[in-house]
């Protein structure tokens, strides 16, 4: 078990500093760079030399890659070439922002999916799993910023519930996101509820159709008591790597709906940086993202080791 | 022994609305009754509706069926109409069932133990304190070595033979009065499955259950049972005392049947049944076996046959039973076998050795071989040209592994793969040239999975009638009709797809493809083991046709000892991926010589009630090949001493080109046998 673990952490690894090479070189081979972004149109001549040598643009590329990749691992993403603040901090309180969000999605999402997911597979084909499946198709297809777009007509405009944008600055409290978190929460969790729900639907009535499931049937086993111990472990296997896409998803590409909500999150962010074309700040948020998405699915694979005895015996078990 | 009725199924009819919205039976006017301490066994094709017929007993319908009429009585009471909360009473406490495939029957999520103890909890018998001692006892009655250790194993920690006896000691925990099993051996090796059986007649002797045994093998439905109901098309065609069932039944199905089935003491090719059942709601007005019935008349197909009681007791559905006996049951003696003469070799495998031992990404940088004991070791076989040379042994043995080195989708780790007069063949299928990939051909067990399911037949007959022979227009739809009626389908099946045949004609089309090269060595894969009997028979009879008619080279592979006796010249056994012993396919059979090839013949079920298997070698799992030494050194039932540990078997020549790899004397392994010689002759019956 520890074995396997080292060996996923080591790929993972393996993995994000592969991607950081391409990050940077994806960077690199776009025209333009930091001392453009900074002195705009002055960028020629005398000063943008200067200025290159003032950042140390003008090195090769692999020593700066290398500058720049120790730095990232001691938590130094560089400066910004808008502000001339460390990106750390910036990122930071996005990311914070992003957590907050993410969080929220997933706290109400990820066990209303389930709760769906398992009553419409053991419903199969009733009334009630035709009308939740039916929706959840809606809200799985209908684009984010039109499920925004009405949710903000309705409550906030209409009704007048709650605030239809967010108007804390990125670096204020987590508290002074309420109330205006509560619509993009919404929109997010009815987009991944969906995704989640399905993927359980079909397991659930997978597994439910199971040999060993008309086995525990026939040894005499309550309906209950055959959905909790011999079906739901095994069919909520697969949810697992569907919530870690989700999570990644969350963690890193909301932008549509922190655009329309004006939410100061990575996403946000990320798309004003591109407008500015402050390279270092895309750079440091697309490691950032990679990273996450790297460590949600190995927890993921981990998470699903432990709950599946088939992925966690080794095959030498030679005499 | 038996009592009263136990389980008692009355008139039942079960059926699935079709697409067409009509409602199609599966099973038809069921009336069977099961007493106290009875074995009966119920045997079938598959899609005769014997598992519905099993499942509804404990009141149980698969998703989609359900009951036209009748009721499913047990001790008195219809299960079918019963409240869910009694029925989980009865379930598991008064009548269990074991099933087929335990390996998914068994839940991946929870230890033996903790299923046992489930069991236990349900039917209540016992108090709380006392289950972990009865688990153990349980484990310890279906005889599996170490209880406490399978008890904490999870269910796909165990072999197939022990998810078997776990799924039994589970039937037995609720001690029901009424025991169903579901096809409980099918898919397991020989030797193991005689194992199980032996420990199900016992339960079925040493109690007082009532025991109803769903099989399509006939031989393991001998060895348990003492009553047989033959199901055809959903229907009881035929119910009677095992004996007269097995051996002189009076219904032309049943007979037919005992005659498709290939057995070990007869050379011969069995019989084929033609046609097939009628699919469910399209039984016409008569009787559901008379398109393929040998003694039909036309009032057959006016009126359905009754089940009528016979004199001699049991019952019948045949208007015609006094004339049944005119129908052999057994086969008149064509010999497949081509003689002994044979051209030049065609195929030598010298010393060959095939590993599936995958690199590490370190190993290759270091440009290390892989580690560990290779799958297939030291494997000699010459193969002429115009022989049909049998591969046998268990899962594992490395039969399948062979072919498809020869085939060219594995390369060997070490020796050679020597093909006509071209010296060794390439490895691999790209390095081959077209010539020799045209000249191999491939048969695949399963044709659901050889055949693109989204290719009309003329598009996969034609795949290498293009690729060989630039064949295209007229030429090349000539050519697919002349193969289509080679395997004896007609021009008709051109635009059909795959998922428009039954089993055998899918297995005809592939042969057909294989064919359609002009291959000179055909490599065929346990090509009838997913067919039922009487199909299978058809095959053996078509591959036997063929290879008359263009002289082609066959290895064949098959778990069945009995199917290959009756196609293969000669005969290789394999355990463990080395060769155990080699030689004419009579000489192998009649006087088997190695302790492995003793063990597994000596383990073959035979549909006759007299035989019974005798069991030498120890069912135990083995995880992979040792290193050194016999490779059947650690089930050996006749294991000289160290030195089978530590050295190499020798190859011992007891002529005729019959070869042995022993440590023990050849002297001694040709005369002092334990299971005396089976030729023609009767089965040893120990008692």
Redesign the interface.
Known sequence: MLRIFIHRLLLGIATVAMVSGIIFAAVEALPGDACTAILQRDASGERLANCRRELGLDRPAATRYAEWAFGAVRGDLGISAHNNKPIASLVGDRLKNTLLLAGCSLALGIPLALFLGVLTGLRRDKFSDLAISTIAIFAMTIPEFVTATVLIFVFSIWLGWVPGIVTASASSSLSAFFPGIVLPVIVLTMVMTAHIMRTVRSSVIDVM????V??????????W?IVF??AL??ALLPAINVIALTVGWLLGGVVVVEKVFNYPGLGHYMIDSISDRDLPVVQAIALIVATAYVGVNLAADLLAMT????LR?LKA??? | MTGDILIDVQNLSIGFTGRSGKLLPVLRNIDLGVRRGETVGIVGESGSGKSTLALAMMGYLKHGLRVISGRSLFDGRDLLTMPSCELQRIRGGKIALIPQNSGQSLSPNLRVGAQLTEALALHGKLALSAFPARVIQLLQQVRLPDPEVIASRYPHELSGGQQQRVAIAMALAGEPEALLLDEPTTGLDVTTQAHILELLSDIAVRSDKAMVYVSHDLGAIARVCSRVVVMYAGEIVLDGDATTVLTNPGHPYARGLLASIPRLGNPSLPIALEGRPPPPGDAGPGCSFVDRCAIAESPCRAERPGLQPLLAGGRVRCRLTERAESIPTKRDGKPASAGGSFGEPLVRLSNLAISYARQSLVDQLLGRKPQGVPTVDRVDIEIRQGEVIGLVGESGSGKSTILKAVAGLVGPASGEIAYDKSGALPATVEQRRPEQLREIQLIFQNPDESLNPRHTIEQILAQPLQLYFGLSGDALRERSIAILERVRLGAHYLDRLPSQLSGGEKQRVAIARAFAAKPRLVLCDEVTSALDVSVQAAVLDLLDQLRRDSSTTYVFVAHDLAVVRALSDRVAVLYQGRLCEIGPTSAVYSRPCHPYTEALISAVLEPDPGARPVLMAEDIMELSPPAKGCPFQRRCHRKVGPICESTTPPQRDAGAGHVIHCHIPIGELTSAQTVSALGNAVRPHVQ
């Open positions: 159709s199971s040999d060993y008309q086995m525990a049937t026939l040894k005499g086993a309550p309906y008591q111990r011999h472990p095994n709950f599946n005895p088939r015996t078990r030679s005499p």
